[in-house]
């Protein structure tokens, strides 16, 4: 099933360099896929694979920030899939969407690896709180698959030392740390933090399959400038204003 054009809206992403088409009534991509692709380091020639890739802002920013990526997406929900490849097409970028589980992955994946692995999984465990009424946010909101199986799923589909990279709630950083013990290193966890003196609710979590190099904990990213928000001023920080309008990279340290 498809989602007509009046169930849907078109919303412009790094400063209108791309539009992207969403669902009207349902999850809405915002900022987190943004940064996702932002703190992803992959290259021209490389691989990468987005687990639960939606309507494909993570992937595409990524794309158009990197020309030659070659991007592989896996959805579980069809329509944010179809609409994934139509946000492809619309941008003319390159972009491959996989209907499927990541919990049963099918077999179209099972047979490659990965440089790069990204995910923004839900956010919200299941029975934690009420649930959204629509059924497409309820799905990307609230955990069908355990975090761990997200890590499992992400860390099998890499190649050794590949890199994989996750943006998720602060409160969940322990499970994802037990999750990529034993398995990757070189983990850096980069807290975001509304302003400065906030306690950071977001972080991104960044790992290298088979790596033995010790864990960093990094001096938190400010999405925003100033001790509160000012009605009608955009007060982004330069670095985050880079991104989000411009499709810079985030740079994980020396900002």
């Known amino acids: 099933m498809s989602l007509s054009p009046d169930d849907t809206t078109l919303d412009g992403f790094l400063g209108g360099q791309l539009r992207i088409r969403q669902p ?29 890739c939606g309507v494909g802002v993570a992937s595409l920013c990524l794309a158009k920030r990197v020309p030659g990526v070659a991007i592989t997406g896996i959805e579980v929900q069809a329509e944010y899939a179809a609409l994934a490849r139509d946000n492809a097409v619309s941008n003319g970028l390159d972009f491959t969407v996989i209907d499927g589980d990541i919990g049963q992955m099918p077999d179209a994946l099972r047979s490659q690896s990965f440089d790069h692995v990204i995910a923004n999984p839900p956010f919200f465990d299941k029975g934690a709180g009420s649930a959204p009424h629509n059924s497409g946010k309820a799905t990307a909101h609230v955990f069908e698959t355990d975090l761990s199986d997200w890590v499992d799923a992400g860390l099998r589909r890499l190649k050794h030392n590949g890199t994989f990279t996750m943006i998720q709630l602060a409160v969940q950083l322990p499970e994802i740390l037990i999750a990529l013990s034993g398995r990757a290193g070189n983990i850096e966890v980069l807290p975001l933090a509304a302003r400065s003196g906030r306690a950071a609710k977001r972080v991104l979590v960044r790992a290298q399959k088979g790596s033995r190099a010790p864990f960093k904990l990094l001096a938190p990213f400010l999405v925003h400038s100033g001790a509160q928000h000012v009605q009608g001023t955009s007060d982004y920080s330069k670095p985050a204003a880079a991104i989000l309008q411009d499709g810079a990279e985030l740079r994980w340290e020396n900002r």
């Open 24 to 52: 009207k009534d349902g999850y809405r991509a915002a900022t987190d896929p943004v940064f996702l692709a932002a703190a992803t380091d992959a290259k021209a020639g490389d691989t990468l694979l987005e687990l639960g």
